[in-house]
């Protein structure tokens, strides 16, 4: 809604990952085992300026660890692939970055293999360093053979994962898709050759993953048509809104069409690129319709599913049929029930979206949500009530805009079922819009004149000008500029609504409009109309309600746009040989060569159950593993250290080292020493400044002091692990005290 007034990136893609396990392992019986996420790869090594990779993203990208299973044949409960969104919301700027992730789960030779029949030393998982022994006098048919017989596998969960500032969900997907096409045809090449025959960690996926310590010449020339493929597509760059379209070269003509990539401008919906339309079959227009009146009563809300994608995509679409007004809360689409203390959010004061998966209650085990939060089951269809707070029963919408408003969106789900139906009496229609919305149609069948086809795409902004026209009727917000007093218009628009004159002029003065004039996005809509950065809901209220003219999508508009070409296949690569030839073997296609060990076969050596897929069994497969909820190998884990600052004040230069007894700072020509209970404070400031608030006994006074540093983020994660420490050493020497004392007789 906001695209003028938000940055703009001019990147298309920020960052490519992949999330996985190093070392992943089944567990007993091919049953399912969670393993911490770890950062895999990531494209480009550097962080950007405006935005440095957060290490929390590997939780969001398996929000309920990296799980494993045994061989192919024991992931029936499992499907093979999934994608889904999540975002990534900046604390101070209250940007907005968006997450495509596409999981799957990938074959891995687990490294248990035993020696052979004919005397000769096969390796093993704890000589795999060594340099691999002679076996020219095996027979390759019997020796060969039984090793590959020996090889257990397992399926470990792999995750692709595309950052961006731009929602482009369909093409980025379609990005990552192909992504996994040319590394698997990278993948079935280089093994073809025999580029991993010694060791077969050591393939293209095995080095992808960070399982390889070494890289054949093979193995690299695949690897480097892989990096150089995933380089160019982050140089890329953005279509300006309603100037360009980009159309993006991925692969050769021959065997892909160009992606295309456009921005609306100001004069039409901003892009959802996504089933607008979802919450309304996931829950049913009535239940979607109370579960909309709790978002605009700002209540807090948690969603739950154990289906990512609709739980996302369901949140998402939700803010957005909010248009125009503009929910001004935290939305966490998707929160993982393996990162650390993530349950403290559901305790925040003020309202909040939050998403959050199936097995994320049962997995907390000693939390419980706050009484006043409202729970919303996509999987079951049902609401359940708070136990305190302002609010513990739904208000009714005004009535004839609530029965309105669930007749159209009924009718725009109903359409799709449909052929094809012609607009007739246009001209009438834009005479007499209000008229024909308040006909009364005989079936959720009949002909609804505001819509303007069958497709998914029309239905969506179908959907979206229902909750315009709903926004603008006289019984909710119809007229509100009239009842606004303006205090002040630079360098922001400050108004101030007069809720009293406006409920005056309500036919119905109901408990929901009541409450719905007093909540902040009505207050920011106010300022927002003074300037309104997109203008949709004029038009609309002018009587348009065409899709090619105020739809998202780029099918409507991008004829009109310029063409920027650009190709992330340059002809110098291989990939289209590798691809062509992986893609003319059929049983290579509808089994990925993503097997580092060259084979399915387990040799019979694990059991074929199916995997558990109930919410209780994942639960309990969780916390019987070892799930770290805290970041891996992002950091060094010991306490204290020595750093390079210096002094702003003095512009000296000097160490600063950190210990369990406090903060030493070395400079030339001064030394000095902070006990850490005189440490008031210690944070961090733009500019790699760390800042450290003292208090002096003598004067009783606080003294602030400021240094610069490029480790200033890795300073402050030094002193609040020796903080830590220290008051858990406190904490157990308090509580065996006052055990001694209870024990004097």
């Known amino acids: 809604m906001f695209e ?18 190093r070392n992943p392992a089944a567990g007993a019986n091919g049953s399912r085992n969670a393993h911490s996420p770890e950062l895999l790869r990531r494209y480009p090594i550097d962080d950007h300026e405006d935005f440095p990779l957060p290490p929390d993203v590997v939780f969001f990208c398996q929000p309920e660890g990296c799980l494993s299973v045994g061989p192919r044949k024991a992931t029936a409960g499992v499907r093979e692939c999934t994608s889904f969104v999540f975002t990534l919301t900046e604390k101070d700027s209250a940007r907005v970055r968006y997450g495509m992730c596409v999981n799957f789960y990938r074959p891995v030779e687990r490294l248990r293999v035993s020696k052979s029949s004919s005397g000769s030393n096969i390796r093993s998982q704890s000589d795999r360093d060594q340099p691999p022994k002679s076996t020219s006098h095996l027979d390759p048919g019997d020796g060969a053979k039984r090793r590959l017989r020996k090889t257990r596998l397992c399926n470990t969960l792999t995750s692709l994962c595309l950052i961006s500032h731009h929602p482009f969900f369909t093409t980025f997907r379609e990005c990552l898709s192909t992504l996994r096409r040319v590394i698997d045809a990278c993948h079935y090449s280089s093994k073809k050759l025999g580029g991993h025959k010694q060791n077969p960690r050591e393939s293209v996926w095995g080095i992808i993953t960070g399982q390889a310590e070494s890289i054949p010449p093979l193995i690299m020339h695949e690897i480097r048509q892989v990096e150089m493929w995933i380089l160019r597509l982050l140089s890329a760059p953005v279509p300006v809104p309603g100037k360009s379209k980009l159309l993006l070269e991925v692969l050769p003509l021959e065997i892909q069409p160009p992606m295309l990539f456009a921005l609306p401008d100001h004069t039409r919906f901003s892009l959802v690129d996504f089933p607008l339309h979802l919450p309304l079959e996931l829950l049913g227009v009535d239940l979607c319709v109370q579960v909309l009146t ?8 948690v969603f739950q599913s154990r289906d990512y994608n609709a739980l996302t995509m369901s949140i998402l679409a939700l803010v957005n049929m909010l248009y125009p007004l503009y929910y001004m809360f935290p939305v966490i689409p998707l929160l993982p029930s393996c990162m650390q203390d993530a349950e403290q959010l559901l305790l925040a004061p003020t309202p909040y979206l ?31 009530y708070p136990k305190a707070g302002d609010l513990v029963t739904i208000p009714p919408v005004p009535e004839p805009e609530q029965t309105l408003l669930k007749n159209h969106l009924k009718q725009a789900l109903a359409s799709m079922s449909m052929s094809p139906q012609p607009i007739k009496n246009l001209d009438q229609i834009a005479q007499d819009p209000v008229g024909w919305l308040q006909r009364e149609f005989p079936a959720s069948t009949a002909f609804n004149p505001f819509i303007y086809g069958n497709d998914i795409d029309s239905v969506d902004v179908a959907t979206r000008v229902a909750m315009v026209r709903f926004f603008n009727s006289p019984n909710i917000l119809g007229n509100l500029s009239e009842h606004m007093r303006t205090l002040r218009l630079y360098p922001r628009p400050v108004v101030a609504i007069q809720p009293h004159s406006f409920l005056y002029t309500r036919k119905i003065k109901s408990d929901f ?31 348009v309600f ?35 030839e992986f893609d003319s073997r059929k049983e290579d296609r509808d089994s990925p060569p993503t097997d580092e060990s060259g084979s399915e076969d387990s040799g019979g050596e694990v059991s074929t159950s199916s995997s558990t897929s109930s919410v209780a069994d994942l639960v309990l497969d969780m916390a019987n593993s070892h799930i770290d909820p805290v970041t891996p190998d992002m950091y060094p884990k010991e306490l204290g250290g020595e750093f390079p600052v210096q002094d702003l004040h003095s512009g000296e230069g000097g160490i600063l080292q950190v210990c369990m007894e406090g903060i030493g700072l070395t400079f030339a020509n001064a030394k000095m020493f902070i006990d850490l209970h005189r440490i008031r404070k210690c944070t961090t400031q733009r500019g790699n400044i760390f800042v450290l608030e003292e208090f002096d006994d003598k004067t009783k006074q606080i003294i602030e002091r400021k240094y610069k540093s490029t480790m200033t983020p890795m300073i402050a994660l030094m002193f609040h692990r020796v903080v830590s420490v ?19 007789p």
């Open 513 to 543: 409009i009541i409450r719905l004039i007093s909540t902040q996005a009505v207050e920011y809509f106010g300022e927002w109309m003074l300037s309104p950065s997109n203008v949709t809901f004029h038009r609309i209220q002018t009587g």
């Open 294 to 301: 709790l978002i605009m009563l700002e209540q807090k809300i």
């Open 354 to 384: 939050i998403g959050v998966p199936a097995s994320f209650i049962p997995y907390k085990r000693n939390f419980r949500l706050p009484l006043d939060v409202w729970l919303v089951d996509l999987d079951s269809n049902k609401i359940d």
């Open 4 to 21: 003028l007034t938000k940055y703009f990136c001019p990147r298309l893609v920020d960052y490519i990952i992949v999330v996985g396990s």
């Open 546 to 580: 065409d899709p090619s003219v105020i739809g998202d999508k780029p099918k409507w508009y991008s004829r009109s746009l310029r063409p920027i070409n650009f190709k992330v296949y340059d002809s110098a690569m291989t990939i289209e040989k590798a691809i062509l």
């Open 726 to 744: 220290f008051t858990s050493v406190m904490n157990a020497v308090t509580v065996a005290s006052v055990e001694q004392l209870c024990a004097i």
